[in-house]
Every structure is written in C-alpha cells, then in structure tokens.
C-alpha cells in the first residue's frame, strides 16, 4: 500500500512538473512504459491471493486511469500555453510606421502627355488613338499626300512589307492618320450630320528615319482635330494660344503664327513661342527669340473629302506637335535620346508622382 501512494505522488508529481512535451512523455515512460512504476506494480499481481489481487488490482487500475487523466491535462495545459507564448511574441505592432518602399515615377512623356490631355480635356477635345503600324493610305494618300508627292520624301519613312492583299504599309510617321480613321468612324459622320462638333487630340508613338541628339527615330506626337460646321482659323489661334499658355505656365507667352506648308491642311501655320536665353539657359516667355513648336492649319479641303465628308457643308483645323519636343522644353531636359535609356537615375531625378494628376485646377506640371 505504502508501495502505491509513493509510486502515485511520484507519478503524478513528474507529470505535475513536466515543463514540456518530452518531459511530460517522460513522465509517461516512467510511469506507464514497459519497465514503469505502474507497470511494475502490474506484474506482482501474479504473486497475491486471488483475494488480494481483485482489491489491489483495482487499485492499480485506477491509480494507471488516474495517471493517463493527469497526462491528457497536462499535456492541453502545456500545447495552450505554448500557443499563449506563441500568441506573445508573434504579436504585430500595428502603430509602428510603414517601412518606406521603392516608389516608382512617372516617365515625363507620360507626364506631358496627361498633362496635354487635362488642357484640351477641359475645352471638350477626348482622346483618340489609332494604330501604329499604318497602311499607306491613312498615313499619306487620305492626307492628300498622293504616292509621286514631294512630301512624302520629307517624311524619312520606314516602310513595311506589303499586308497579304498587297496594301503598302509603314510606321506611321505622324499622328495624323487618325484625322482620316475618326472622320471615316460612321458614330462620328453622324454626330457631325446631327450638328455636333468633333474635337480630338491624339496622343502617341511615331516614327521616322532619323537620329541624332534632337531626333530619335520612335518618337511622340499628339495631334488635334475639330470638325463642325463653322470653326474658323480663330479658333484656331485662340485654342493654341490658350494651349500654349496653360502648358508652359506663362500666362502672357506670345505667340508667333508662320505661315507654312503642309500638304494636308490650308492655309496652314507653324507655330513659335517666345523665348530668350541667358547664360546658355533658355527661358520660355516674352523674349529676343523664337522657338518653333507645332504645326496647324485649316484641314485641306480634299482631306474632308477623301475622309467622306463634304467640304462645302464642314470644315475645321488640325495641329500636331512633338510631345517629347514641348517635354524636353518645360523641363529642361536637353537630350531627347535621354527620354529612351530607360536609366533609373535619370528618371529618379526627371519623373513625376504617380499620385498627382494633372489639372489645371489643382496645378499642371510640379
Ligand atoms: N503631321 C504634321 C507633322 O508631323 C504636323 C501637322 C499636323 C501639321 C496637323 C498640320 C496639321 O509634321
């Protein structure tokens, strides 16, 4: 008997005490294993009186149940409190501050064309775009550039192997296809039947056969079209100055109407902004000096016409500028070929928030 309560306080006591897992599976070992003081006690049931050993054997099996409860106990005793532990020391601080991550930024083509985008935006322009790849029709001929053209030499062009029905193909070399392909939309030759004015500008890739520090041979255009009824060479002026002025965040830049030559509209119009320069820096704004930045003019005639439109009934203006060209000027960025190195230092030092949107009520450039 003596022999029991010993063997019981020591049992329950090492399963009582077991700081872990494996300590308490020792004290399961010692207690219930092969050669176990429970165990142990088992096999002398042998030895006693059939009397002796129904009392003492049942002793022993409740002592064995007693010892098996008190090893399912602990053990969810021990796994609930390593989960506390584990609970603790895992805990997140959620007032620690964000670590800082690598924050990318927004090409400056992008910019100015966003930028482009927010000033025609808020005089009713919506943007267009067209293929790069372009057949020779949309990109010349439509554009009253028919195939024995002078200008179609002026224009290094890369030109394509011919579509499998035989239609000539290039880069485009300026935005103006898209003048064709939006004033051949049948929505849009409804909407002007209807009374309604077309304003688009079209931002995008172009291409020419060219390179050097102020020529590259992808580059940026965006281009402008309105069509209606009644728009006049005004109209024209007046949108371009206001253009000029919002973009360049000069609010008294003059501006300079060239007459020129362009086969697509007449009359047509470069256009220069004022300038000057000191000490090698060039300044944008009432100057000495001019710098040509767009093309314009009244859409020629046989444009409208070959785009199925009649020239008696609507008229209007198109212009196109190099979009890189007017970025490299308000930012002060002096070589084009920089724009395409994709050097991350340079577009560190050059690039914008993506979080800022240009408008030109919460502010244009930076
Ligand atoms: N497409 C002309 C160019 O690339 C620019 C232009 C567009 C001129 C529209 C007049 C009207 O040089």
């Known amino acids: ?41 088992m096999k002398t049931l042998g030895d006693l009186s059939p009397e002796q050993r129904r009392e003492f054997g049942a002793q022993v099996n409740q002592l064995k149940a007693e010892i098996e409860g008190a090893l399912e106990a602990r053990k969810s005793a021990l796994s609930a409190s390593a989960l506390a532990a584990r609970l603790a020391s895992e805990k997140i601080d959620v007032t620690l501050p964000v670590r800082p991550e690598a924050q990318g930024s927004l090409h400056p083509i992008g910019q100015a064309m966003d930028e482009v985008a927010a000033i025609f935006g808020e005089m009713g322009f919506t943007w267009a775009d067209g293929p790069d790849i372009e057949d020779d029709w949309h990109n010349f001929s439509a554009l009253n550039i028919p195939p024995d053209h002078p200008a179609r030499q002026m224009q290094d062009t890369f030109y394509l192997p011919p579509r499998a029905d035989g239609t000539p193909m290039v880069l485009r070399t300026h935005t103006s296809p898209v003048q064709a392909r939006t004033m051949l939309d049948k929505g849009v030759q409804k909407m002007l039947a209807d009374g309604g004015s077309l304003r688009i500008i079209v931002p995008g890739r172009t291409f020419r056969i060219d390179n050097d520090a102020t020529h590259t041979p992808m580059f940026h255009q965006v281009e402008g079209l309105v069509i209606d009824r009644t728009t006049h060479m005004g109209h024209l002026k007046g949108c371009l100055v206001d253009f000029c002025r919002a973009f360049f965040e000069v609010d008294d830049l003059p501006l300079r109407f060239r007459p020129s030559y362009f086969p697509f509209t007449e009359p047509s119009a470069e256009v220069d902004i004022g300038c000057s320069w000191k000490d090698g820096e060039l300044r944008i704004g009432a100057g000495d000096s001019w710098l040509e930045i767009l093309g314009s003019g009244m859409v020629h005639p046989n444009v409208i016409a070959n785009c199925g439109l009649d020239p008696a009934i609507y008229q209007g203006f198109a212009f196109g500028m190099g979009i890189d060209r007017i970025a490299m000027l308000k930012y002060g960025i002096p070589d084009l070929r920089s724009f395409f190195d994709s050097d991350l230092r340079w577009l560190r030092h050059y690039g914008f928030s993506a979080l800022e949107w240009p408008s030109l009520t919460g502010g244009l450039g930076r």
Request: hydrophobic share 50%.
């Open 1 to 41: 008997m003596s022999d029991l309560s010993t063997i019981r306080r020591e049992a329950l006591g090492a399963v009582e005490q077991a700081a872990d897992l494996a300590a308490l599976d020792a004290a399961r070992v010692a207690a219930l294993g092969k050669k176990g003081s429970v165990t142990g006690l």
